[in-house]
């Protein structure tokens, strides 16, 4: 796998299946945060008030106001 990472240009010996992050991560020794993850519950929050019209501000999400069926 070829990259650069801050202007330096860097070839990985990993397999071409290996996620980026844990290349990075086991090879160069860089911790690196999963991207989507903290993204996901403001996505679903959005869902839900798109959907009903509700906000929820806390989490977990639970709700006794929404009716799931």
Same mark, same amino acid.
């Not at 801050?6 to 999963?34: F, H, Q």
């Not at 996505?43 to 106001?65: F, H, M």
């Given at each position: 796998? &070829?990259?650069? %990472?801050?202007?330096? &240009?860097? #070839?990985?010996?990993?397999? !071409?299946?290996? !996620?980026?992050?844990? *290349?990075?991560? +086991?090879?160069?020794? %860089?911790?690196?945060?999963? !991207?989507?993850?903290?993204?996901? *519950?403001? =996505?679903?929050?959005? =869902?839900? #008030?798109? *959907?009903?019209? &509700?906000?929820?501000? &806390?989490? !977990?999400? +639970?709700?006794?106001?929404?009716?799931?069926?």
């Amino acid at each position: 796998m &070829k990259l650069t %990472l801050n202007g330096k &240009k860097i #070839y990985l010996d990993v397999s !071409p299946d290996t !996620p980026l992050l844990w *290349a990075v991560r +086991d090879n160069l020794g %860089l911790i690196v945060d999963e !991207p989507g993850l903290p993204l996901l *519950a403001p =996505a679903v929050v959005n =869902a839900i #008030y798109q *959907a009903t019209g &509700k906000w929820l501000r &806390k989490l !977990p999400i +639970d709700s006794p106001e929404l009716q799931w069926s």
